[in-house]
C-alpha cells in the first residue's frame, strides 16, 4: 500500500442519507473500508430536485426526515466514518439563489472539515449538486462517481445537472464510471475515466442461510416466494409491468421489501402480495434468502440504461435465481440471469428458474460474484489515484 493510500483523508459528497436510505451504494461501501485507515467524513446528499408541494403528506414527511437529519449534525456512524447533513435549499434551478447557496455549504463543510483536522483530503463527489462547493475546497484530489444518468433524475433542473456533470469531469482528477456505456460514451469527457463494476457484501449474502433466522413477517407467506428488495421509486420501479405478471403466476406470493415511493396501491390491494417496508441492509439478506426467485422488473428508460444495481450482485451471492427486465450490464450475467422483456415472458422465465434451480446453479451464481469484493473496489480507486503499491 502507497503513503498516500494510508494517509490521506475523505471528505464524500454522498448520493444518500446514510440515516434513512439504503446502506448498499457503492458510495457508502467504499467509505467504509477507507474510513478503517483514514478519517473519513460522509456528507449526506445535498438536495437536487426542486420542491414537489403538490405531493402533500409524502413531500411534508420528506422534509420532516430531512429537518431531522439536519439536527443529528456531526456524528460518527457505526461504519466508522463521520456523517453531517448540511442546511441547503433546492435552488439550483435558481440563478440568483445558487451563489448564496454554495456559499452557505461551503462555510458548513470546512467549519466540520476543520473539526476532524482534516488537511487536504481526497474529495468525493457522489452527487452533482455538491459539485460548486467540491470544486471551491480545498483538496488533493477529486473523485467524481458518475453511477447513473443524474439528470434523468425525477423533477431536477436537468441543464444545471448537466452543467455539474461536466464540470466535474473536466475537473475530477478520477471520474468512476459503473455503466460501461456510459463508461464508453462519456470518458473522453474526462481528465482520467475508469470503469468500475460494483462489489458485494459476498459472505453477508451468501451465509445468511445459516446465519440468522428466518424473519417473523416471512414465516407465513406462501411458497414459492418471488421477491424484490431495494427502492421501489417512480423512475425505476414498473408497477403497471409487475401488475400483469403477478396475474399470470398467481401460484407465487409476490414480496417486497424497500421504501416505496411509487404508486403501487393497485398492486398492494392483490391477495397474493406482501410490501413489508424499508429494512435495515443487515436484515436484507435474512428476507432475500426466503425468495425462491429475485426480480429486477424495471422500466425501459434512459435512467435504466446506464444504471449497474447493486443488487443484481446481493441476489447471485444468496445463490437465487434471478429474472430481470434487460439492461445493458446484464448482458455480463446472462449465463447466471433470465432476462425477459415482457410480463408473459417474465412470467414463464420465473416458473423456468423454479423448476431449473439445483446446487450446482447456486453454485454458478455464487462464483460468478465471488471475487468481486469491495475491499478491492476501494484499493482500485486509491492505486488509479495515486499509483500502484
Same mark, same amino acid.
Given at each position: 500500500?502507497?503513503?498516500?493510500?494510508?494517509?490521506?483523508?475523505?471528505?464524500?459528497?454522498?448520493?444518500?442519507?446514510?440515516?434513512?436510505?439504503?446502506?448498499?451504494?457503492?458510495?457508502?461501501?467504499?467509505?467504509?473500508?477507507?474510513?478503517?485507515?483514514?478519517?473519513?467524513?460522509?456528507?449526506?446528499?445535498?438536495?437536487?430536485?426542486?420542491?414537489?408541494?403538490?405531493?402533500?403528506?409524502?413531500?411534508?414527511?420528506?422534509?420532516?426526515?430531512?429537518?431531522?437529519?439536519?439536527?443529528?449534525?456531526?456524528?460518527?456512524?457505526?461504519?466508522?466514518?463521520?456523517?453531517?447533513?448540511?442546511?441547503?435549499?433546492?435552488?439550483?434551478?435558481?440563478?440568483?439563489?445558487?451563489?448564496?447557496?454554495?456559499?452557505?455549504?461551503?462555510?458548513?463543510?470546512?467549519?466540520?472539515?476543520?473539526?476532524?483536522?482534516?488537511?487536504?483530503?481526497?474529495?468525493?463527489?457522489?452527487?452533482?449538486?455538491?459539485?460548486?462547493?467540491?470544486?471551491?475546497?480545498?483538496?488533493?484530489?477529486?473523485?467524481?462517481?458518475?453511477?447513473?444518468?443524474?439528470?434523468?433524475?425525477?423533477?431536477?433542473?436537468?441543464?444545471?445537472?448537466?452543467?455539474?456533470?461536466?464540470?466535474?469531469?473536466?475537473?475530477?482528477?478520477?471520474?468512476?464510471?459503473?455503466? $460501461?456505456?456510459? /463508461?464508453? +460514451? &462519456?470518458? *473522453?469527457?474526462?481528465?482520467?475515466?475508469?470503469?468500475?463494476?460494483?462489489? %458485494?457484501? !459476498?459472505?453477508?449474502?451468501?451465509?445468511?442461510?445459516?446465519?440468522?433466522?428466518?424473519?417473523?413477517?416471512?414465516?407465513?407467506?406462501?411458497?414459492?416466494?418471488?421477491?424484490?428488495?431495494?427502492?421501489?421509486?417512480?423512475?425505476?420501479?414498473?408497477?403497471?409491468?409487475?401488475?400483469?405478471?403477478?396475474?399470470?403466476?398467481?401460484?407465487? $406470493?409476490?414480496? /417486497?421489501? +424497500? &421504501?416505496? *415511493?411509487?404508486?403501487?396501491?393497485?398492486?398492494?390491494?392483490?391477495?397474493? %402480495?406482501? !410490501?413489508?417496508?424499508?429494512?435495515?441492509?443487515?436484515?436484507?439478506?435474512?428476507?432475500?434468502?426466503?425468495?425462491?426467485?429475485?426480480?429486477?422488473?424495471?422500466?425501459?428508460?434512459?435512467?435504466?440504461?446506464?444504471?449497474?444495481?447493486?443488487?443484481?450482485?446481493?441476489?447471485?451471492?444468496?445463490?437465487?435465481?434471478?429474472?430481470?427486465?434487460?439492461?445493458?450490464?446484464?448482458?455480463?450475467?446472462?449465463?447466471?440471469?433470465?432476462?425477459?422483456?415482457?410480463?408473459?415472458?417474465?412470467?414463464?422465465?420465473?416458473?423456468?428458474?423454479?423448476?431449473?434451480?439445483?446446487?450446482?446453479?447456486?453454485?454458478?451464481?455464487?462464483?460468478?460474484?465471488?471475487?468481486?469484493?469491495?475491499?478491492?473496489?476501494?484499493?482500485?480507486?486509491?492505486?488509479?489515484?495515486?499509483?500502484?503499491?
Amino acid at each position: 500500500m502507497s503513503q498516500a493510500d494510508r494517509t490521506i483523508d475523505v471528505v464524500c459528497f454522498g448520493g444518500e442519507d446514510w440515516w434513512y436510505h439504503n446502506r448498499g451504494h457503492i458510495d457508502m461501501q467504499l467509505m467504509r473500508r477507507y474510513a478503517k485507515t483514514r478519517t473519513v467524513l460522509y456528507v449526506n446528499s445535498i438536495v437536487m430536485q426542486k420542491p414537489r408541494l403538490q405531493r402533500g403528506s409524502k413531500f411534508i414527511r420528506k422534509l420532516k426526515r430531512k429537518a431531522k437529519s439536519i439536527y443529528t449534525g456531526l456524528k460518527r456512524s457505526d461504519a466508522g466514518f463521520w456523517v453531517y447533513s448540511p442546511f441547503s435549499l433546492p435552488l439550483h434551478h435558481l440563478a440568483w439563489a445558487s451563489a448564496c447557496n454554495t456559499m452557505i455549504l461551503q462555510l458548513q463543510i470546512e467549519r466540520e472539515i476543520r473539526k476532524l483536522r482534516i488537511y487536504d483530503p481526497v474529495v468525493w463527489v457522489a452527487c452533482p449538486a455538491a459539485c460548486r462547493v467540491a470544486l471551491g475546497i480545498g483538496k488533493s484530489k477529486l473523485v467524481y462517481q458518475r453511477t447513473d444518468r443524474f439528470e434523468e433524475y425525477p423533477n431536477v433542473e436537468v441543464e444545471t445537472i448537466k452543467s455539474y456533470d461536466l464540470q466535474l469531469k473536466a475537473n475530477a482528477d478520477l471520474t468512476i464510471f459503473v455503466n $460501461s456505456a456510459l /463508461f464508453e +460514451g &462519456e470518458s *473522453s469527457q474526462c481528465k482520467k475515466g475508469v470503469y468500475l463494476d460494483h462489489g %458485494v457484501d !459476498f459472505d453477508l449474502f451468501a451465509h445468511a442461510h445459516k446465519d440468522s433466522p428466518i424473519p417473523e413477517d416471512m414465516k407465513a407467506i406462501p411458497k414459492p416466494i418471488a421477491g424484490f428488495f431495494g427502492g421501489i421509486d417512480e423512475h425505476t420501479f414498473d408497477a403497471a409491468f409487475v401488475e400483469k405478471i403477478v396475474d399470470l403466476a398467481a401460484d407465487f $406470493s409476490f414480496v /417486497f421489501v +424497500g &421504501e416505496v *415511493s411509487a404508486d403501487v396501491s393497485s398492486l398492494a390491494r392483490r391477495k397474493n %402480495v406482501w !410490501f413489508f417496508g424499508k429494512k435495515s441492509y443487515e436484515e436484507v439478506p435474512d428476507y432475500g434468502k426466503c425468495f425462491d426467485v429475485c426480480l429486477m422488473p424495471w422500466k425501459q428508460n434512459r435512467w435504466i440504461a446506464a444504471c449497474n444495481p447493486v443488487k443484481l450482485k446481493e441476489y447471485l451471492a444468496l445463490g437465487k435465481p434471478v429474472v430481470s427486465t434487460p439492461f445493458v450490464e446484464l448482458q455480463k450475467y446472462e449465463d447466471v440471469v433470465y432476462q425477459a422483456e415482457s410480463p408473459q415472458k417474465f412470467a414463464d422465465a420465473m416458473k423456468q428458474a423454479l423448476r431449473q434451480d439445483g446446487s450446482a446453479q447456486i453454485a454458478a451464481r455464487q462464483n460468478k460474484v465471488k471475487q468481486a469484493s469491495w475491499d478491492d473496489k476501494a484499493r482500485f480507486v486509491f492505486n488509479e489515484l495515486f499509483g500502484d503499491c
